[in-house]
């Protein structure tokens, strides 16, 4: 369960189309915080909101340099997040269905 709460923090992160789209920017290489909200419009607090979403599940880097903030992404926790979905989303044999596969043996048996 753990796992799962982790990595939907990402996702939530990623279901507000403008963060999903500072995410695709940073994909180019490290931005300023002005670069980014000069391309959005934005207000500084509101960028400042987004960035700390991105940065709490930890898609995201912030380091300090004089008055600015540059963002990066985090490639490690991106490597995992991939992981992750792809473990989610293709058959195995520990998958969390067959937990319990004995409630419903027999069911096709009917048919």
Request: negative net charge; proline residues 0%.
């Amino acid at each position: 369960m753990e796992n799962y709460l982790k990595y939907t923090k990402v996702f939530k992160a990623l279901g507000d189309a403008k963060r999903a789209m500072i995410v695709d920017m940073l994909s180019c290489g490290e931005l300023c915080a002005c670069m980014i909200l000069e391309k959005f419009k934005i207000s500084q607090s509101t960028l400042s909101h987004h960035m700390k979403l991105l940065c709490e599940c930890g898609l995201v880097k912030g380091r300090n340099e004089g008055k600015w903030t540059y963002y990066s992404l985090n490639a490690e926790t991106i490597r995992e997040t991939e992981q992750f979905f792809r473990g989610i989303t293709s058959a195995k044999g520990s998958c969390i269905c067959k937990e319990d596969a004995d409630c419903c043996e027999g069911c096709d048996q009917d048919e």
